[in-house]
């Protein structure tokens, strides 16, 4: 993924799930992209790549979802 498709992804997942989203919440531009490195570095067979579509949007809310519960992100 270029830099220039990260900030497009970051860019629609906050159009979402940030301060003015649709569904407003906390969620920064660093949550986003820390969860995006995790998602990332966490690969397997299971799970195709990382492509920046809805399912990853909504993996990157549901994660953002559980952590925020118990600890900040970064």
């Known amino acids: 993924m270029t830099n220039t498709e990260q900030k497009q992804f970051v860019n629609y997942v906050l159009s979402f799930y940030g ?10 531009a660093q949550d986003v992209i820390t969860l995006m490195n995790v998602i990332i570095d966490n690969e397997d067979d299971e ?4 492509s920046g579509d809805s399912m990853d949007r909504e993996i990157i809310r549901d994660l953002y979802n559980a952590w925020s519960i118990y600890l900040p992100i970064q």
């Open 19 to 28: 301060p003015d989203g649709i569904y407003p919440s906390e969620m920064t």
């Open 47 to 50: 799970y195709e790549e990382f």
